[in-house]
């Protein structure tokens, strides 16, 4: 057995972005405003000096936050009023937005922005931008963050979660000890909150342990693929917005495009891709590259540069898809609790309120010296009590709705808005991403479609780029030295049952070309190549595989993408 440190810490947030950020910060303010009464009125108890801590698996906080992103304020505002003062990093105010419908090539403009579509008083950000000032603020309260450590297991007491372990450094890629070798240690808390972002690794455990998801929809996801460009100034103006729907995604295909105007001289542009479809050819990073084809598109970025690429998944099960909130020593926040609006693309302050909303009760859960489910669960009814928990049930079918394909789902949509998220009956149920991929010779009639039915192109590495490209520009790296954190449980299956099937979809899933399948000229052998250093933690393959064969689990802490402007 390893001889392991243990740090006692009281409250213990695992994943270091804008959920555990604002939960960190919200608890230590109503921590100083309680002693601060308790010292004015003299009456009352004060909570002792606490330690707080927050564990990041990137290398600095904000290295690995990707969204969109136009960001609902509200959270903000109330977290720290003053956030314009204090230099938040907000690019632009939103002044005006496009929502489109694109052809092949032609684009249908929607005479009026459909209400759940706009923006007014939101603000266009780079979420990893954002969650480095936020860390900074947070930091100056006194709460401890550890970026480079990146949690591998959680640690139970009976049914009781007591905190997590942190991954083993300096094992090498046999799994033995390597000269600079240091075992993970353990942190212990008297609550651990789970906010490790989309699919997280350890909440997929904790799920599957408490049974968390019975009775619930399962999860659902898009992939968004997104760059960010320098362009000449006055190509595009700030704060303008444009969200399009159809091409390149077929009209069975869940997702849609974005344009943000970020600034004079910056945009983000991406593409949203629900990991329910069908076609085992698709490939999310190429609809992207498409998608900048199109005319109404590319005249956006003529003359100008690409500087960043990233890619994340975001969950859109929506309401009936996530799991209980609370059990015996911790709670699960922001994305890794499903908590988006998928009909506003939105999950930034729905992740900051979750953290909020779960200090609350972890503050009540302080005084009472109590920090059982049945206490913690306060969190979860105040959540769908809240703004958000409503804002989630007005539109609980609204990513079910596409299960039909695009014109079904925006008469549905439609009438979801009017009836308020009912359609028909109450719930609609769906089946896991990776069930609805269909077979080559059932979407392509061959085994052997040619690369036009593909829909191949060449990359022209000025507008188009090829995954190797955009993979620099993310600037992931990864200690090479170490096991591959993408587990293929059994290599019999991608060989015999996937490459038959499915021809190896990893090799289009992945917008990072981790995965690697040949064959040998001479045997007709398959062999799979795992360049796990280009991984962007985006987490697709542990979502789409259609065998559920690929596992994420967290590579050595400080690994993975340096994202400064996504
Ligand atoms: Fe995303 Fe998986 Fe590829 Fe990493 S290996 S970039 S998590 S699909």
Redesign the pocket.
């Known amino acids: 057995m390893e001889e392991r440190d243990i740090m006692e810490v009281d409250v213990l947030f695992v994943g270091g972005g804008v959920a555990s950020l604002s939960g960190a910060l919200h608890l230590t303010n109503l921590i100083n405003a309680h002693n601060e009464k308790v010292d004015k009125e003299g009456q009352g108890e004060k909570i002792d000096e606490l330690m707080i801590a927050v564990l990041e698996k990137s290398s600095y906080l904000g290295a690995h936050a990707l969204s969109g992103a136009v960001m609902d304020p509200s959270p903000l505002k109330e977290l720290i009023p003053d956030f314009k003062e204090k230099g938040a990093p907000l690019d632009a105010e939103v002044t005006g937005e496009d929502v489109c419908l694109l052809t092949k090539n032609g684009m249908i403009k929607a005479p009026i922005t459909p209400p759940p579509l706009n923006n007014h008083g939101n603000y266009i950000v780079s979420l990893s931008k954002l969650t480095e000032w936020l860390a900074g603020i947070v930091e100056e309260s006194g709460v401890n963050i550890f970026p480079g450590f990146a949690a591998t297991e959680v640690l139970y007491d009976g049914d009781r979660v007591i905190g997590v372990r942190t991954g083993d450094k300096g094992i090498d890629a046999n799994g033995d000890k390597k000269g600079n070798f240091e075992p993970g240690i353990d942190l212990q808390g008297k609550v651990t909150v789970f906010g490790e972002g989309t699919r997280g690794s350890l909440t997929k455990t904790l799920i599957k342990k408490f049974n968390l998801d019975e009775g619930k929809n399962p999860d659902s996801y898009v992939v968004g693929v997104k760059e960010v460009w320098e362009i000449p100034e006055g190509s595009f103006k700030p704060g303008h917005v444009i969200h399009t729907m159809g091409y390149p995604l077929k009209s069975n295909t869940y997702g849609g495009g974005f344009v943000y105007g970020m600034n004079d001289t910056q945009i983000a542009v991406g593409l949203l891709t629900g990991l329910d479809y069908e076609d085992p050819y698709l490939d999310p990073h190429l609809m992207f590259q498409k998608f900048k084809m199109h005319p109404y598109i590319a005249k956006i970025f003529k003359d100008g540069k690409m500087v960043q690429y990233g890619?994340k998944t975001a969950p859109v099960g929506g309401y009936f898809s996530i799991p209980k909130l609370a059990f015996e020593g911790g709670v699960i926040i922001g994305d890794s609790a499903n908590l988006f609006i998928s009909q506003k693309i939105k999950g930034v302050h729905v992740a900051m309120k979750s953290g909020m909303l779960a200090a609350e009760t972890i503050f009540e859960a302080l005084l009472k010296n109590d920090f059982s489910e049945a206490q913690l669960s306060n969190y979860e009814r105040a959540l769908y009590a809240s703004q958000i928990g409503k804002e989630l049930y007005k539109v609980r079918n609204f990513h079910q709705a596409f299960e039909k394909g695009l014109w079904v789902a925006l008469f549905k949509a439609g009438l979801q808005f009017i009836l308020g998220g009912r359609i028909l009956k109450n719930r609609l149920t769906t089946k896991p991403d990776y069930i609805h991929q269909k077979s080559v010779k059932e979407v392509y009639g061959t085994d052997s479609p040619t690369d036009e039915q593909k829909g191949l192109i060449k990359f022209d590495g000025q507008n188009t780029f090829d995954k190797e490209t955009d993979v620099y520009y993310s600037g992931s790296t990864h200690e090479e030295q170490q096991p591959s954190h993408?587990k293929i449980l059994d290599l019999d299956i991608c060989y015999n049952k996937c490459l038959p099937e499915f021809q190896a979809p990893c090799q289009r899933?992945?917008?990072?070309d981790?995965?690697d399948m040949s064959i040998d000229e001479e045997t007709g052998k398959p062999s799979m190549k795992i360049n796990?250093s280009?991984?962007?933690?985006?987490?697709?393959?542990?979502v789409k595989d259609p065998f559920a064969n690929i596992t994420?689990v967290p590579p050595e802490g400080g690994g993975g993408p340096k994202y400064t402007m996504m």
């Open positions: 890619a993408l899933f992945c917008p990072a981790v995965y796990f280009n991984c962007l933690h985006c987490k697709t393959c542990d994420w």
